[in-house]
C-alpha cells in the first residue's frame, strides 16, 4: 500500500520538497512503490519545470 497520497507534500531523503503526483507501482522487482513527483518552492509552493520519479525510501513526510 503507498505511503504517500496525491497532492501530498514530502520532502527529499537529501533535498528538495516535492508535490506527490501518481504512485507508479514497483518499477524493478525491490517492491518498492516509486512515486512520480514535481519540485516546488518550499516557500511559495509554486512548481519548478519538469518532473521525476523516486522511490518510496527516498522520500519523507515534510513537517
Given at each position: 500500500m503507498p505511503k504517500f497520497s496525491v497532492n501530498q507534500i514530502v520532502k527529499g531523503a537529501v533535498c528538495g520538497t516535492f508535490v506527490v503526483l501518481?504512485?507508479?507501482?514497483?518499477?524493478n522487482g525491490s517492491g518498492?512503490?516509486?512515486?512520480q513527483i514535481k519540485e516546488i518552492d518550499?516557500?511559495?509552493?509554486?512548481p519548478y519545470?519538469?518532473?521525476?520519479?523516486l522511490p518510496e525510501s527516498r522520500l519523507r513526510l515534510a513537517a
Amino acid at each position: 500500500m503507498p505511503k504517500f497520497s496525491v497532492n501530498q507534500i514530502v520532502k527529499g531523503a537529501v533535498c528538495g520538497t516535492f508535490v506527490v503526483l501518481a504512485c507508479k507501482g514497483d518499477f524493478n522487482g525491490s517492491g518498492e512503490c516509486w512515486y512520480q513527483i514535481k519540485e516546488i518552492d518550499p516557500v511559495s509552493q509554486r512548481p519548478y519545470p519538469g518532473e521525476l520519479a523516486l522511490p518510496e525510501s527516498r522520500l519523507r513526510l515534510a513537517a
